[in-house]
C-alpha cells in the first residue's frame, strides 16, 4: 500500500505494476507514521521515506511544535512508525555528498552547496533511530526512485517467504517472561517454558524468598535466578 500523501505515489505504483507487483494507492492512516506498508503471508512491514538533505539534515518540519525536521522525525513521525509494526523502517534516499572535513553539501542547481550539518551529527542521527527499534536503510538517490522502488519491490517478494530466525522488534508479555528467565545461564527455552506453566514471574519471585527450587527449574537454575534477582546496581 503506498499512502496517498506520497508525492511520488502514483509513479511508483505504475512502476511497481511493470515489474509484477501489485499495489494500491489508499490513506494510510496518520497513526501508522507509514509512507508505505507492505503485507504479505508470511509477515509485514511499514517504511517511512525521507530524503536525507530534502527532508532530514536541511529539510523544515511539517509542524511549528518542532525545531527542525530531524526533532519532527525522532519525536514525532518516527514513534508512530514503531507502535504501527513490528518491523518498522526508515528509508533514506541519501541526496548529500560529504567533504574531507566532514561536512556535508546539498546539492543545489549543478552545483554542491556546503550546509551546516556534519557527517558525524547525521550518522549519529541515523543511530539514535536504530536505538528506537526502528531499521534504518540508505539508498543512493538518483531522481528517478528505481532504487527505493527496487527496494519496495525486493521486501515484497522478502516477505512472502518464510525466513528464520524470525526478525522480531517487540515482543509479547508471555515472551517477556520467557526472555527473563532465558537471561539466566543455564535456562533454555524448554526449561523456562516449563516452569511458566507452574508459576508466574511474580510467584517465582517471591518463591525465591524461602524455596531452594522453583517448580520447574533445577535447584541449580533456581540459585542462578535468585543471585540474578539480588542484583542492586
Known amino acids: 500500500m503506498i499512502d496517498s500523501r506520497e508525492q511520488f505515489g502514483e509513479y511508483i505504483q505504475v512502476i511497481l505494476t511493470k515489474i509484477g507487483i501489485e499495489s494500491e494507492v489508499c490513506c494510510l492512516p496518520h497513526a501508522s507514521g507509514a509512507d508505505y506498508y507492505i503485507s504479505s503471508k508470511c509477515g509485514s512491514c511499514a517504511i517511512q521515506r525521507k530524503d536525507s538533505m530534502k527532508e532530514i539534515c536541511c529539510g523544515k518540519p511539517v509542524s511549528d511544535k518542532f525545531e527542525s525536521a530531524m526533532e519532527e522525525l525522532r519525536l514525532d513521525i518516527l514513534p508512530r512508525l514503531a507502535t504501527y509494526t513490528d518491523n518498522p523502517i526508515l528509508l533514506v534516499e541519501e541526496s548529500h555528498k560529504i567533504g574531507e572535513s566532514g561536512s556535508l553539501f546539498r546539492k543545489s542547481d549543478s552545483m554542491y552547496v556546503e550546509t551546516g550539518m556534519t557527517a558525524s551529527?547525521?550518522?549519529?542521527?541515523?543511530?539514535?533511530?536504530?536505538q528506537m527499534g526502528i531499521d534504518v536503510v540508505t539508498l543512493q538517490a538518483t531522481g528517478d526512485l528505481y532504487p527505493t522502488i527496487w527496494y519496495l519491490a525486493s521486501m515484497d517478494g522478502y516477505l512472502s517467504r518464510e525466513h528464520y530466525p524470525k526478525h522480531i522488534k517487540s515482543f509479547k508479555p508471555h515472551q517477556q517472561a520467557l526472555?527473563?528467565?532465558?537471561?539466566?545461564?543455564?535456562?533454555?527455552?524448554?526449561?523456562?517454558?516449563?516452569?511458566?506453566?507452574?508459576?508466574?514471574?511474580?510467584?517465582?519471585?517471591?518463591?525465591?524468598?524461602?524455596?531452594?527450587?522453583?517448580?520447574?527449574?533445577?535447584?541449580?537454575?533456581?540459585?542462578?535466578?535468585?543471585?540474578?534477582?539480588?542484583?542492586?546496581?
Open 121 to 130: 551529527s547525521y550518522y549519529g542521527f541515523l543511530e539514535s533511530v536504530r
Open 179 to 233: 526472555g527473563i528467565l532465558c537471561c539466566v545461564p543455564g535456562i533454555g527455552q524448554k526449561r523456562a517454558t516449563a516452569a511458566l506453566e507452574k508459576n508466574c514471574i511474580r510467584d517465582m519471585v517471591r518463591d525465591l524468598v524461602w524455596k531452594d527450587e522453583i517448580e520447574g527449574l533445577t535447584k541449580t537454575m533456581t540459585a542462578k535466578l535468585k543471585k540474578a534477582m539480588e542484583v542492586k546496581l
